[in-house]
């Protein structure tokens, strides 16, 4: 997803791109594919309070997704 939202101009920023700083957190609803377990821990960390929180450089989309900035 990070290729596309660059390409895109998209307001989210990304910095290491490996689900390691926490830069892309945002929460997402859609079609997206479950956390792997490296990202179900980075945001319990970082977003335990956020249900539908990502980090965008982590996600496979699989259809249409919304996304808003934590
Ligand atoms: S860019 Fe660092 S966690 Fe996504």
């Excluded at 101009?9 to 997206?32: A, H, K, M, W």
């Excluded at 821990?41 to 980090?55: F, K, Q, S, V």
Aim: with cysteine; charged share 20%; hydrophobic share 40%.
């Amino acid at each position: 997803m990070s290729e596309h939202l660059t390409i895109q101009n998209s307001p989210v920023l990304f910095g290491c791109r490996t689900g390691i700083c926490g830069t892309c957190l945002v929460e997402v609803i859609g079609d997206i594919l479950p956390p792997q377990p490296d990202e179900h821990e980075m945001l319990e960390t970082l977003a335990a309070n956020y249900p539908y929180a990502r980090l965008a450089c982590q996600l496979d989309v699989i259809g249409n997704v919304e996304l808003r900035k934590v």
